[in-house]
């Protein structure tokens, strides 16, 4: 079965620095990957996702993730973080192999910017 | 356009009594799922529809919950003699054929409290 890991509770950064939010994966087949945002007392909504392709995604809000298929990691960025930033980041998978149609989330990173 | 909307937001019910959630998907979309987000637990799978087959329950956590859709509009979900632990955000989304290349998007979600 496919899961998530996301090793940070919270993310602490200053205004203006790089954000980098970590992601791992482990799935049979291989991985569709997907990054989503949740502001608070709102829904999450989607910032980008990894298919096929170029392993650098770019997403909504300025955000890019890498994906290393060596390292089974797809980690978020921004270079230059903003206080609108701050929220609650999660990392989903879904796996290729075995017909799945389930999307395994992360339990979410809190990502707190500091003006 | 219109988003997926949920209603109620809120819920508080005593220990016991039985609870009805719904989901309006966004129009088109054949895919909706449900979701449980409790705090600190990430998001966890709850149901799967995907047009006329048959729906993915391998994630409802007991038969005191169940879930319905009628056709490929609303979906209902039903937890029946509630217990404290059931308290959580259940969030649906969905998301045009499902092939697990398409984001899926998020409705606000209901915050169900048992008392």
């Known amino acids: 079965a496919q899961s998530v890991a996301q090793p940070e509770d919270q993310v602490n950064v200053a205004e203006g620095n790089p954000l980098t939010v970590k992601c791992t994966y482990s799935?049979?087949?291989?991985?569709?990957l997907f990054w989503y945002v949740q502001y608070p007392n709102r829904g999450l909504q989607f910032l980008l996702k990894?298919?096929?392709?170029?392993?650098l995604v770019k997403g909504s809000y300025g955000f890019e993730a890498e994906f290393n298929k060596s390292q089974t990691s797809f980690h978020l960025k921004k270079p230059s973080a903003l206080v609108s930033d701050s929220a609650l980041y999660f990392c989903?998978?879904?796996?290729?192999?075995?017909?799945?149609?389930?999307?395994?989330f992360g339990k979410g990173n809190q990502v707190v910017v500091i003006p | 356009g219109a988003g997926v909307s949920q209603s109620p937001s809120n819920k508080v019910t005593e220990k016991g009594k039985d609870v009805e959630l719904r989901c309006d998907p966004i129009?088109?979309?054949?895919?909706l799922y449900w979701y449980r987000q409790s705090l600190g637990q990430g998001l966890e799978f709850l149901i799967y529809?995907?047009?006329?087959?048959?729906?993915?329950k391998s994630g409802l956590p007991s038969d005191r919950f169940s879930a319905e859709r009628t056709g490929e509009s609303v979906s209902t979900l039903t937890i029946q003699r509630t217990q404290q632990e059931d308290s959580a955000v259940y969030l649906c989304?969905?998301?045009?054929?499902?092939?697990?290349?398409?984001?899926?998007?998020f409705g606000p979600g209901t915050r169900l409290t048992v008392t």
């Open positions: 990894y298919i096929t392709g170029d392993n």
């Open positions: 989903a998978v879904r796996d290729t192999w075995g017909g799945n149609n389930r999307l395994a």
């Open positions: 989304a969905s998301s045009l054929v499902e092939t697990g290349l398409r984001e899926q998007y």
């Open positions: 799935v049979s087949g291989n991985p569709y």
């Open positions: 129009s088109g979309h054949t895919a």
């Open positions: 529809f995907q047009g006329n087959s048959a729906p993915d």
